[in-house]
């Protein structure tokens, strides 16, 4: 049997990324807790560029970042593909997938790093690149039709972390009025098995926030 270990943390959803692949094609892995306050000599090890998880090691290979493990996943283990065979539609989900990166959540974070007067250009930039994220929707049921793919891996921040960050500020950035068919893909989301199973649970995830997060604030 092929040894698989991930290294990751509960609260980062650039790991249960990897952990959500994992579980979709059945793979067994063993997993191994970091302190990312207090990095373990083995992250350092495996990941000393970026020194952040996820890492997957596989039979004594190691590589680091989300997107990159995803991939390789899918192209180790065939069952249930993440990505598309098409190979334009296989393109286009990894433009998605990093649109998520490069676009969303850096929009999504400078919200709550910016100061008072360069906060409503923030919110309007975020809502810009959501909008644009909800338009590649359309009426399909996931990103990846009506099944989970890539890009709804890779989305996991917005189906689930984002929900959270708003509960812990009291920013209310995603709504149904603003947003109706991305917060029917945020139900749809969470309420998939393969998510839900993959998920950190949202008390201690809000807790966990609050006193990072914590503004005067934040309601738009």
């Not at 400078?110 to 994220?133: C, D, F, G, P, V």
Request: aromatic share 10%; proline share 5%; hydrophobic share 40%.
């Amino acid at each position: 049997m092929a040894e698989v270990k991930l290294l990751g943390a509960w609260g980062s959803p650039f790991s249960r990324r990897v952990e959500m692949a994992l579980k979709l094609k059945g793979v067994e892995y063993e997993y191994i807790e970091e302190d990312l306050a207090n990095k373990s000599p083995l992250l350092l090890k495996y990941n000393p560029i970026h020194k952040k998880v996820p890492v997957l090691l596989h039979n004594g290979k190691t590589m680091a970042e989300s997107l990159v493990i995803l991939e390789y996943i899918d192209e180790t283990w065939k069952s249930n593909p993440i990505l598309p065979e098409d190979p334009y539609d296989k393109a286009m989900a990894r433009f998605w997938a990093k649109f998520i990166d490069e676009k969303c959540m850096p929009a999504i974070w400078q919200i709550m790093l910016s100061k008072e007067n360069e906060r409503e250009k923030a919110i309007e930039e975020a809502i810009q690149h959501l909008k644009t994220l909800e338009n590649e929707l359309k009426d399909k049921k996931f990103f990846g039709g009506e099944t989970i793919g890539l890009v709804d891996i890779v989305a996991n921040f917005i189906g689930f972390w984002l929900g959270a960050v708003q509960e812990a500020t009291g920013m209310e950035l995603v709504n149904k009025e603003r947003f109706p068919v991305l917060c029917k893909w945020i139900d749809e989301y969470v309420n998939c098995s393969v998510v839900k199973e993959n998920l950190p649970p949202r008390d201690k995830l809000i807790a966990f926030l609050r006193p990072r997060l914590s503004a005067s604030s934040w309601k738009y």
